[in-house]
């Protein structure tokens, strides 16, 4: 089975911190993504990877920067945290086969709290 | 930007009602997903759908995939307490980018 491990269930961080979230999956998938879930919106993509030292801005990259030096361990940071990015933050990793995007499969994500 | 506007936002059912969300979208998809969050829980893969027009089926869930690829559903015979949860589809644009629906909660009250 697919194991994607995020580094912290809970986080509590101070406004002007710098954050880093920490994702590594043992699959040797292609693809990492980092979204951000929050109520009725469902899950918005901020950045994702398809490749060592390779990433893609999603639909809010704003305020965050991703790296990617290892196949396996994808890095979300929040350059200067700020109260608005208070949120649940879900890791994901797919396989890329034959020029199609396989299943995403989810660690259990980061609970982050601003204060 | 594309985008993927998924509803209901929530559906309260009694147990052995039937259930459908629905998923739409603008511009043509290149294949569309179904997950499952359980609460407290992440996404699960459900299915993933290519083909113009398709239909698969899972039990007492059945998947569409609209003749134009813009939009999809998820419909659940005869629910059951194990199927609460929220259903998002993501919708896949050119190959390279997943855009995900806002969600439908489903409770189902025994």
């Known amino acids: 089975d697919v194991k994607v491990t995020q580094s912290s269930r809970y986080l509590v961080k101070r406004t002007g911190e710098k954050v880093f979230l920490e994702c590594v999956q043992d699959m040797d998938h292609e693809n990492m993504f980092w979204y951000r879930q929050d109520p009725g919106l469902g899950l918005r993509l901020i950045y994702f990877s398809y490749d060592v030292k390779m990433k893609e801005k999603g639909d809010i990259p704003e305020g965050y920067s991703v790296s990617r030096e290892k196949k396996e361990r994808f890095s979300l940071i929040l350059e200067s945290a700020s109260t608005n990015q208070t949120s649940m933050y879900l890791c994901?990793?797919?396989?890329?086969?034959?020029?199609?995007?396989?299943?995403?499969?989810f660690g259990d994500g980061t609970r982050l709290s601003i204060l | 930007g594309q985008q993927v506007m998924q509803i209901p936002q929530y559906q309260h059912v009694q147990e052995g009602e039937d259930f459908t969300t629905y998923c739409n979208s603008s511009t043509t998809l290149s294949n569309i997903q179904w997950y499952k969050q359980r609460p407290g829980g992440h996404p699960v893969f459900l299915i993933q759908l290519v083909k113009s027009g398709e239909v698969k089926k899972q039990k007492r869930l059945t998947f569409q995939f609209g003749e134009a690829k813009k939009n999809s559903s998820l419909h659940i015979t005869a629910t059951q307490t194990t199927d609460v949860g929220t259903y998002f589809c993501a919708g896949l644009y050119n190959f390279n980018k997943f855009y995900f629906g806002s969600g439908t909660k489903l409770n189902v009250k025994p």
């Open positions: 994901a990793s797919s396989l890329y086969l034959g020029g199609s995007n396989q299943p995403q499969h």
